[in-house]
């Protein structure tokens, strides 16, 4: 961590705990970042009103009634009556704009150690997505395995079928001259 940032000492693990994945996009709800950011969330929603033409749809947007019932029932929120507004989600990307549009030195340091933290992400899953293509490739070798598998209980199954069918007309009296 470089000195201009290390007042900051939130854990990563706090700050990757309040980063979703939506619309198959990263984002922090504006509620933490307000925390984060030590603002009230009614001040960050208007500053980024305010601002609105400096963030596009993928540095910003506001979720919709279904995307927040989901992250209700993952997330614990108070009990106080519910919101009025939908939550805004923020890419990485509108968290660094949105340090812009707040112009406070705390939000400056606190987007850099959370866009830090993206980039960490980022380069975990990178690490990590060889191993992952490898237990794909394993899990497709298991898969042709199983199917060969079956195929010879299949073939043994058939066997013990004719096996039987040869016993019982075996067993049957022969009809006939003698």
Same mark, same amino acid.
């Given at each position: 961590? $470089?000195?201009?940032?290390?007042?900051?000492?939130?854990?990563?693990?706090?700050?990757?705990?309040? %980063?979703?994945?939506?619309?198959?996009?990263?984002?922090?709800?504006?509620?933490?970042?307000?925390?984060?950011?030590?603002?009230?969330?009614?001040?960050?929603?208007?500053?980024?009103?305010?601002? %609105?033409?400096?963030?596009?749809?993928?540095?910003?947007?506001?979720?919709?009634?279904?995307?927040?019932?989901?992250?209700?029932?993952?997330?614990?929120? $108070?009990?106080?009556?519910?919101?009025?507004?939908?939550?805004?989600?923020?890419?990485?990307?509108?968290?660094?704009?949105?340090?812009?549009?707040?112009?406070?030195?705390?939000?400056?340091?606190?987007?850099?150690?959370? %866009?830090?933290?993206?980039?960490?992400?980022?380069?975990?899953?990178?690490?990590?997505?060889?191993?992952?293509?490898?237990?794909?490739?394993?899990?497709?070798?298991?898969?042709?395995?199983?199917?060969? %598998?079956?195929?010879?209980?299949?073939?043994?199954?058939?066997?013990?079928?004719?096996?039987?069918?040869?016993?019982?007309?075996?067993?049957?009296?022969?009809?006939?001259?003698?």
């Amino acid at each position: 961590m $470089s000195d201009s940032t290390n007042f900051i000492t939130i854990p990563d693990e706090v700050i990757m705990n309040k %980063i979703y994945l939506l619309r198959g996009l990263k984002v922090m709800l504006d509620n933490d970042l307000a925390k984060l950011y030590e603002v009230d969330t009614k001040a960050l929603k208007q500053a980024v009103k305010r601002n %609105i033409d400096i963030s596009p749809e993928h540095f910003m947007f506001e979720l919709t009634d279904e995307e927040f019932k989901y992250l209700r029932s993952q997330i614990v929120t $108070s009990n106080r009556g519910g919101i009025r507004y939908m939550p805004y989600a923020f890419t990485e990307l509108g968290v660094l704009q949105l340090a812009n549009v707040l112009r406070s030195i705390r939000a400056r340091k606190m987007s850099i150690r959370i %866009i830090e933290v993206f980039v960490r992400m980022r380069e975990m899953l990178s690490a990590h997505k060889d191993i992952l293509l490898k237990l794909e490739q394993i899990q497709l070798k298991d898969l042709e395995q199983d199917k060969k %598998i079956e195929l010879i209980f299949e073939y043994l199954k058939q066997l013990e079928n004719t096996k039987e069918q040869e016993l019982f007309y075996k067993k049957r009296a022969k009809i006939g001259f003698k």
